[in-house]
C-alpha cells in the first residue's frame, strides 16, 4: 500500500491553532503548594470524617468543634502563600463569610446583623491582604463581594427574605476562587476545588445537613490522598553482609520454609522485590516465598505465597533478585506485623539451603511438613535455630 500523503491544514484553521498553541505556550505554569505533610492532611480530614459521622443536626457545641478542627486542618496544611496571599487565610476569610451569612438566616434580626458584620470583617481582612500581597485582580473582586454582603445586610434591615442573594454570593466566591487561584494545587489538588469542600462543610453543618458535609469532606480526603506522592520504598530484614552457610540442621524432604524476626513487615504496603543471598548450592532449587501472620501463640498462619516458583541454579552463589511482578496473581500485599518467609519444595541432597549467616544475636524459625503447607491458612509450628540469620532482604512500597 503506498504512504499517505500527510494532509495539509486547513488554511482557516491555521491561524485559530497557532493562536491556541500560543496561549498554551504563555499559559502561566501550575503553582503546587501546600504546607505539612500528605499523612498529617490525610489524618487530619479523617478525624473531621469522624465528626461528622451521624445524620442529625449537630448541637451547637458540636458544631463549634468542626468549625475549630476544620480551622486548625486549614492552618496545618495550606498556610503557604499563593500568588499574593497565605493560602490559609484565603480559604478562611472566604469561608468565614459564607458560614456567617447562613448562621445569620437562622438567627434573629439582631444576631443576623452581626453575623453580617463577621462577613464584612472576614472579606475586609482578605481584601487588605490582597492588596498588599499585589493580587489586585482579587481585590477588586472583593469589592463586589463586599457589595454583595452590603445587599443582604439591608434585607435583613428591611425584614426581607435574602435566602436567593446568600447563595448567589457563595457561588461567586467559588468563581472568584477559580479565577484567581487557576492553575494552583494544595496538596496536589485545584485550590478550587479544595476551597469548595472545605466551604461545603462549615455551610452544611449549619444547615443541619452533617450528612452532606460529610460528603465533601469524604471527597476531599480521597482527592488528597489520589494526589498524594507515593512515599519512599522501605527495605528491611538482613543487610546481606554476613557469608552465607547452611544450617548446621538435617531438615526432611519435605516444604521446609524459614524466616527471622528481621522480616517482619514495618507497616502496610506491597513487597516489590525479594533479594536473596546464597552460597554454592548443589542442586537447583525451586523457591517460593511466603507471607505470613502471627497468631499471637508462637505459630503463624499463611497469607499468601508466590506462583510459580523463582529458580536458584546449583553452585549460583550471589544475591538473586525476584521481582514480585513474575508473580501470576497479584502480590504480595501485607500489613505491619507480617513475616516473609523463603521456601522451598524439600530435598535429599544435603547442604543445600545455603542462604544463612552466623549472627550471636539472630534466631531463624523454620516449619517443615508434608503436603501443600504453603497454602493460604495453613498454621505453622515453628522450631528455633539460635545464632543464625537468614539472608533475605524484602523492598516494601508503603501503602
Known sequence: MPARTPRRIAAPLAPLLASVLLATALAAPARAAGSGTSDQLGAALTGLVGQLSGSAPLAPAARARVHAAKAELITLAYS??????????????????SRSLQIARAATKRLAKARVADARRCRGDLAKLAAAGGAKGLASDLEGVGSRIAAIGGAIAAGKSYGAKATALRKLQSAIVARRFSGATLHGVAFALVYDDL????????????????????????????????????????????????????????????????LTVPAAGTITELRLKTGDSPVDLPLRFSVVRPR??????????????????????????????????????????????????????????????ASPAATTFSHTSGGDSQNAGVVWAPITHPGYEVLLQVVLQPS
Open 80 to 97: 503557604d502563600e499563593v500568588d499574593g496571599v497565605p493560602a490559609a487565610r484565603a480559604l478562611t476569610d472566604l469561608d468565614c463569610v
Open 199 to 262: 466551604e461545603c462543610i462549615d455551610v452544611k453543618v449549619e444547615a443541619g445537613r452533617v450528612s452532606g458535609a460529610a460528603s465533601c469532606a469524604k471527597r476531599l480526603l480521597r482527592r488528597s490522598k489520589a494526589s498524594a506522592p507515593a512515599k519512599e520504598p522501605v527495605t528491611f530484614g538482613s543487610d546481606l553482609g554476613g557469608a552465607a552457610v547452611t544450617l548446621p540442621d538435617r531438615f526432611a524432604p519435605e516444604d521446609t520454609e524459614f524466616w527471622t524476626s528481621a
Open 296 to 357: 499471637g501463640d508462637g505459630t503463624v498462619a499463611v497469607v499468601t505465597t508466590t506462583n510459580p516458583v523463582f529458580p536458584l541454579q546449583a553452585h549460583d552463589a550471589g544475591v538473586h533478585v525476584y521481582p514480585t511482578s513474575a508473580v501470576s496473581f497479584p502480590c504480595c500485599k501485607v500489613q505491619a506485623g507480617d513475616i516473609v518467609t523463603v521456601d522451598n519444595s524439600g530435598t535429599t541432597t544435603p547442604g543445600a539451603y545455603v542462604w544463612f549467616a
